[in-house]
């Protein structure tokens, strides 16, 4: 069965760091572009990042340039975000998706992780 | 404020057809193969149409999409009452090199 499963979401004081960690299962996940995508509280979806299949390409929403970072590891089948300076705005739901090739969509989701930026 | 237009929200009766509609601009639909998505409420968001047009396994027949310039569309068939959700269209954006997406449409059947 084709599995995302997210983890490391929590409540962190502004300016602190989070990394999140979504663990992949049941496809070959160093064949696919990985992206996550957060969910304010009673908000839409906002695309955060993307990596390409091989790691070497990866790319940012404005709102998180400079401040997370996107990574992933074969050997783990695992995916990252290394989330720094975070803000209250940064609150929400981070799902983790597996992309189709040809910017055909994000086929699989995770069930998403919290992350509550609060003093 | 996304750079894709939809109706915040859209209704119907069971069995009626709706649409809801996605605007954009050429640097997304306009170039790019616009996705849809489903989000029932209080789980992650479902890959609904891709490539315009295109079912993904499982999804029934009553749901279609179609695309034309810069602008794209989601209808719903013999609509059912499991089909209150919210909905997004999500393509590629050139010039902000990133996905986008629409502000979402909530369907409610009445």
């Known amino acids: 069965e084709v599995q995302l499963l997210e983890s490391g979401g929590g409540l962190v004081q502004p300016g602190g760091s989070l990394r999140l960690s979504c663990s992949a299962s049941?496809?070959?996940?160093?064949?696919?572009?990985m992206s996550w995508v957060r969910q304010a509280p009673g908000k839409g979806l906002e695309w955060v990042s993307t990596i390409s299949a091989s790691g070497g390409s990866t790319y940012y929403a404005d709102s998180v340039k400079g401040r997370f970072t996107i990574s992933r590891d074969t050997s783990k089948n695992t995916l990252y975000l290394q989330m720094n300076s975070l803000r209250a705005e940064d609150t929400a739901v981070y799902y983790c998706a597996k992309e189709l090739p040809l910017l055909h969509g994000m086929d699989v989701w995770g069930q998403g992780t919290t992350v509550t930026v609060s003093s | 404020q996304s750079v894709l237009t939809q109706p915040p929200s859209a209704s119907g009766t069971p069995g009626q057809r709706v649409t809801i509609s996605c605007s954009g601009t050429?640097?997304?639909?306009?170039?790019?193969?616009v996705n849809w998505y489903q989000q029932l409420p209080g789980t992650a968001p479902k890959l609904l149409i891709y490539n315009n047009n295109q079912r993904p396994p499982g999804v029934p027949d009553r749901f279609s999409g179609s695309k034309s310039g810069t602008s794209a569309s989601l209808a719903i068939s013999g609509l059912q009452s499991e089909d209150e959700a919210n909905y997004y269209c999500?393509?590629?954006?050139?010039?902000?090199?990133?996905?986008?997406f629409g502000g979402g449409t909530k369907l409610t059947v009445l």
């Open positions: 999500a393509p590629w954006d050139d010039s902000l090199d990133g996905w986008v």
């Open positions: 050429s640097s997304n639909i306009g170039s790019n193969p």
């Open positions: 049941g496809f070959t996940f160093s064949s696919y572009a």
